[in-house]
């Protein structure tokens, strides 16, 4: 499915004859992206109708939770049924879960249907993009990165327009009922134009399925979420809820890689931490969902609680990284394919870390355009890095083992977002605890409401550690070799 021409916009883009496909990717993939910013500008209209203020957290961490738990296991199944199957199953469960959440009764009916929810965007995210891999080459993909990164830019203006609309104008319901025909256009599209049968008949293996191997990561990485996500928020680090969620994780890693060294085909290979261009990709993909969290949880806060800027002037400062992003991720395919994906890792991890850097010269008295700059120029560099890394990954494995790579990838990612969310978390609660001298003090007072004289500190020592997290992005380039490949892609071999 793949062309020896040039790439151009023209041959891979929407209106190529593959372009059909990558449309329906971009609508499913924009199901998930929109929804990760639509959500929290309704939260007072929602609480307002179903109550539970103390429970509505979880309605953004149960869907963390089974997303992330799920995307490994799907990475494999895509491997093993195809990936259209998983893709239909993934919007499939989406949609009913977004129908069920714009019916829901209660604050903890809404939370497990949010967790359904999760669960078909576990499959959608790590199908969709195997399903790039399969039908563009390397050069190929630089252009159609392009349109996906586009998507998540996109959703980063139009999500909290569209929640703060509805939730004034109609009903916070229909933030969750948009999903519908979304959902549906995207399935059908791929029904009637993704035919990957010539693919499946190349390469495609029937092989057992590893449940018990399945049913461990899932349970291990729910527990190291749950004790990342809630430590130190509903119980404290040193108690017997952490102790029991992160010893529990532990024991049950421990117990998966036993099961997986004896399985006949384990849902995550040995091989998959032993490949250097994986393990390369895998730290990128961390390292990003620990920045990126540091930057969108606390730069909104900053900006309206420090620098007294609106709530709407503090969501496009914040923008300025989902623009930053898709410039990279269009513009990175010249890089990797005339320098390198090393060079090009090399060249993100500088951005990122001057964005980081930036961001670190903040002050009480800064303008609010310093913000701005700052995301943009970590926008760059997370785009130079988290793109490319995943087309060097898709190119450096075999077609059958593409699914399960590109899951492991976002799997990180996940997990690198819950830990940032961990320990930025207790990094702003430490100051904050001694500025107001202590921690019971600190508990009762919440972090948006703190005088900007204490707040300003806290914050502040949060984009230092950003900072120190944006320059680890150099050991991803240091891991990345120097030449990937060579790789199936579609039905053509490729090599960087």
Known sequence: MTTTAAPTRASVGLRSDRGPILGSVMIAIALIAIDATILATAVPAIVRDLGGFTQFPWMFS???????????????????????????????????????????????????????????????????????????????????????????????????????????????????????????????????????????????????????????????????????????????????????????????????????????????????????????????????????????????????QVLGAGATVAGFAVAALAIGWPIAASTSGRVYLRCGFKSCLFLGSAFGAIGAGILTLVGPDSPIWLVAVACAVLGLGLGYVVSPSIVALQSAVEFRQRGVATGANMFARSVGSAVGVAAFGSIANAVVADRLGGAKAAGAVDLADLPAAVLDPALQTVFLAVAGCAFLLVLAALLMPSRVGPATSGTEATRE
């Open 62 to 304: 149960a869907y963390l939770l089974t997303q992330a738990i799920s995307t490994p296991i799907y990475g494999k199944l895509a491997d093993n049924f195809g990936r259209k199957p998983l893709m239909l199953f993934g919007i499939g469960t989406f949609v009913l879960g977004s129908v069920l959440c714009a019916v829901a009764w209660s604050m903890g009916a809404l939370i497990a249907f949010r967790a359904l929810q999760g669960l078909g965007a576990g499959a959608i995210q790590p199908a969709g993009m195997t399903i790039m891999g399969d039908i563009y080459s390397v050069a190929e993909r630089a252009v159609a990165q392009g349109y996906i990164a586009s998507v998540w830019a996109m959703s980063a203006v139009i999500g909290p327009t569209l929640g703060g609309f509805f939730s004034d104008h109609l009903s916070w319901r229909w933030i969750f009922w948009i999903n519908v025909p979304l959902g549906l256009l995207a399935a059908a599209v791929l029904w009637v134009r993704f035919d990957e049968k010539a693919s499946l008949a190349d390469h495609h293996e029937r092989r057992p399925i590893d449940w018990t191997g399945a049913f461990l990561v899932a349970a291990a990485a729910a527990l190291l979420l749950l004790g990342l996500l809630e430590g130190g928020i509903r119980w404290p680090w040193w108690s017997w809820q952490s102790a029991a969620a992160l010893g529990g994780a532990a024991l049950l890693a421990i117990l998966f890689v036993g099961v997986e060294r004896r399985a006949a085909d384990p849902v995550l290979p040995g091989w998959l931490f032993r490949h250097r261009v994986l393990n390369a990709a895998m730290v990128a993909g961390f390292i990003a969902g620990v920045v990126m969290l540091g930057v969108t949880s606390y730069i909104p806060v900053y900006a309206q």
